[in-house]
């Protein structure tokens, strides 16, 4: 059974840094993945964040943090770490991590972990 789990988010204040962890377990094969973060702030729609391609740990970012965040996978200890510096107020949101194959299919789900970026 796939599981996702995300961890690190707190209480930040604004031009501080935090790391993000996403912890997939269950999956045959890790390099054969996408994995992604998203956000979703109260009343917002849910937004793309970063992602990245296990297999060769290219990356993509939104405009929005693009600069400030980076994504990047532990081969040893399977997970992947979504970096944030110079964060701001607008960073607040709860932050997601999706994993799916690269052939599509199911998408597997985190239950978030909340970042939280005092002005």
């Known amino acids: 059974q796939v599981q996702v789990a995300e961890s690190g988010g707190r209480l930040v204040q604004a031009g501080g840094n935090l790391n993000l962890s996403c912890a997939p377990s269950?999956?045959?094969?890790?390099?054969?993945?996408?994995v992604e973060w998203f956000r979703q702030a109260p009343g917002k729609e849910r937004e793309f964040v970063a992602k990245?391609?296990?297999?060769?740990?290219?990356?993509d970012y939104s405009d929005s943090v693009k600069g400030r965040f980076s994504i990047s996978r532990d081969d040893a200890k399977n997970t992947v770490a979504l970096e944030m510096t110079n964060l701001k107020p607008e960073d607040t949101a709860t932050y997601l991590c999706?994993?799916?194959?690269?052939?599509?299919?199911?998408?597997?789900r985190g239950k978030g972990t909340l970042v939280t970026v005092s002005s």
């Open positions: 269950g999956l045959a094969t890790y390099y054969s993945y996408i």
């Open positions: 990245i391609r296990w297999w060769d740990g290219s990356a």
């Open positions: 999706t994993v799916q194959h690269k052939g599509g299919g199911m998408i597997y």
